[in-house]
């Protein structure tokens, strides 16, 4: 039976120019609905932050388990993406489930510039999602506009990622978590042994086969 905690495949927004919900999609928001299930309902985390939202199926996701579980008073979601189609499909994703701009606010912008008011208005970020443009291609497709945004990944795949992660540490609240999608050749063991050196605690906590890809969910903790 599906979660009614979860966004409904029927109701999320479609548009040629962003990514629709796939494999590393559903992957992401089950290692989510899982933190959610354990010590996030708990913890009542105050602020999560999606980047690279797409259609925003795992913020809308986020945004119905806050509610869900009692938080929709407490959790801000904020969701991004550079595509400015993408920014459009989230916010008619959220208002077919309901979730007001209170609940899930929308913004155009790259990695964490749309949210850096909010990052230190709330004392950092709880939840931090990524699924990355994480396909290895040349790196003259990375940042292209439309959907190319959402999949080319450069050199390893990780052109993209390799920018934001310098950051994620200090972005975090304290107690703060980074989920994010990993492929194989994203050489999944040498980003968990940087963020290690970073301070957090790394593990991969989930994976599946999509076709031919392996497909990961990388957990990052910063200590409190």
């Avoid at 938080?71 to 007001?100: F, K, P, Q, W, Y």
């Avoid at 913004?107 to 939840?127: N, Q, S």
């Avoid at 990375?142 to 200090?170: C, F, H, K, T, Y």
């Avoid at 790394?202 to 990388?218: F, G, N, P, W």
Wanted: charged share 25%; net charge negative.
């Amino acid at each position: 039976m599906p979660d009614p905690n979860l966004a409904s495949m029927a109701k999320i927004a479609r548009h040629d120019d962003v990514y629709p919900p796939a494999e590393d999609s559903f992957l992401l928001v089950d290692a989510l609905s899982s933190l959610w299930n354990t010590s996030l309902r708990a913890r009542k985390p105050s602020l999560c932050v999606e980047i690279g939202t797409g259609s925003g199926y795992v913020a809308c996701s986020n945004a119905l388990l806050a509610r869900g579980h009692g938080c929709g008073e407490i959790t801000t979601t904020r969701a991004s993406d550079v595509n400015a189609r993408a920014v459009e499909t989230c916010a008619a994703t959220l208002r077919a489930h309901g979730v007001d701009a209170r609940a899930c606010v929308v913004a155009r912008g790259d990695l964490l510039e749309p949210h850096r008011d909010a990052i230190e208005a709330r004392g950092g970020i709880d939840v931090l999602l990524f699924n990355p443009p994480y396909v290895v291609t040349p790196s003259e497709e990375v940042g292209r506009d439309g959907i190319a945004s959402a999949w080319a990944g450069g050199v390893d795949g990780r052109e993209v990622l390799d920018r934001l992660l310098p950051d994620v540490r200090d972005a975090l609240a304290p107690g703060g978590i980074f989920l994010c999608v990993l492929i194989e050749q994203n050489k999944p063991r040498e980003i968990m042994a940087m963020m290690e050196a970073m301070g957090l605690r790394s593990a991969i906590v989930s994976e599946c086969r999509a076709d031919e890809e392996r497909l990961y969910v990388m957990r990052c903790d910063k200590p409190r």
